[in-house]
Structures are given as C-alpha cells and as structure tokens.
C-alpha cells in the first residue's frame, strides 16, 4: 500500500545524492531524527527532506486505504500506522518550535555565522518562524517595559538575556556504529582527558557536546 519515496541526502564528501528509500528506512529516519531531537539539548540540523518525505508517504497511504475495502482488517491495522506517524512527525515539529522559542537569538545567531556548505538547523519556514518570534519579543518588551524605563536603560541584549542550550549536560546513547578515539573531557580539575572506544550496540552516559558530532554524523542515537 506504499510506494518508494526519493530522498534527496547528502554524500560523505557533502555533495547531494538522491537516494531511494524504503517506507520502513523513512519512517526509521523519522523516528531517529525524533529521539535525537527530543534528547538534545540544542537544535538540530533540519532534516526538511525527511518531513516532505513522510507527509508524502502519508498521502499516498491515504489514497490507498480510500480504494481499499473497508472490512478488511489491513485497513484498520494502516489506519493505526498511519496515526502513529503522524504523532511521530507532529512530536518531532513541536519539539524542534520549542526549542527554536526557547534559544531563538542563538539559534538565529547560529544560523546567521554559518559557513557555506553546512548544514542549517532551520529550514525555510522554521527561520521565518524565529525572526517573527524575535520582532515579536522585541516589540513586546519595548511596548510593555522597556518604553517606561531611563533612556540609558530602553534596550535589551536578548542575546546574553536568553540562555543557551547546555552542551554540557549528559545524555545516554546506543551507538550504531563503532568508534574509536574519542576524546573525553574530566568532570573535574584534579582529573585529566581520557580516550574511550565506542562498541557497536553499547549505551553509554555521556556529556553531550562530546558526541555531538556523532549525534550529527548518526554513528550515535539518543535515547
């Protein structure tokens, strides 16, 4: 009742490839890019092809259950898919908007020193989202507090006034792929840096700016 969707990646030497995905290895994607999402504490690369790509998939599930017959059990079982995706995909947009609220002049910030060539943490619409969101913060604050205070006092840093994410905090992981060498920071002064090796399949806690690069690369999973 699926078809194939195009899914248009990247290479290891960061050209764009098109690549042909199964509906399983979408929804994996998905899935994956969601518990990542959810576990990290700062905005991730936006994965726009991914969403266009199942709300896609979701449409032609839809057309295909309209044809089918509806006493047959296959229906009701895609019916159940088909609302679990959805509340996948839905989970995984309101975390990333979340996060966009929370750390909105750093992640704009983020976005605006990218280099070329590498990957966004917004896509189109989410980049319009957050400079709304800031104009609005800003309007808001001026109108309600800032327009009744000392000149000397009417404007606002919400650069330094907004926290950022904590790449210190810690996160457990699955690793997917093996890896060796990497470098951990010591929790405290009288300790110095170590190297560990990351075994296929283990789990681990670990500060996450450490493996924040894996996270990206997916030799790692949030969990």
């Excluded at 405290?188 to 190297?195: A, M, S």
Aim: net charge negative; charged share 35%.
């Amino acid at each position: 009742m699926t078809e194939e969707p195009d899914f248009l990646g990247q290479d290891s030497d960061g050209g764009s490839e098109e690549v042909v995905l199964t509906p399983a290895e979408l929804i994996e994607r998905l899935e994956q890019a969601w518990m990542n999402e959810k576990f990290a504490p700062e905005l991730l690369e936006s994965k726009p092809e991914v969403v266009e790509c199942v709300m896609e998939q979701l449409e032609h599930m839809e057309e295909n259950l309209r044809r089918a017959k509806r006493e047959d059990l296959k229906v009701s079982i895609h019916h159940m898919e088909m609302e679990r995706i959805r509340y996948v995909l839905s989970s995984y947009l309101r975390c990333r908007l979340m996060k966009i609220e929370k750390f909105f002049p750093h992640v704009l910030e983020k976005e605006k020193t990218r280099r070329d060539g590498e990957p966004s943490s917004l896509s189109p619409e989410e980049l319009a989202f957050a400079r709304e969101f800031m104009a609005n913060t800003e309007t808001y604050l001026k109108n309600v507090a800032l327009k009744h205070m000392p000149p000397n006092l009417q404007k606002v840093d919400l650069f330094r006034a907004v926290p950022k994410p904590d790449l210190d905090s810690y996160v457990f992981l699955r690793v997917r792929e093996r890896q060796e060498n990497i470098l951990v920071e010591p929790d405290t002064d009288e300790q110095g840096d170590y190297v560990i090796d990351l075994e296929k399949g283990s789990q681990h806690l670990i500060r996450y700016k450490t493996i924040a690069p894996l996270v990206a690369s997916g030799a790692v999973q949030l969990i």
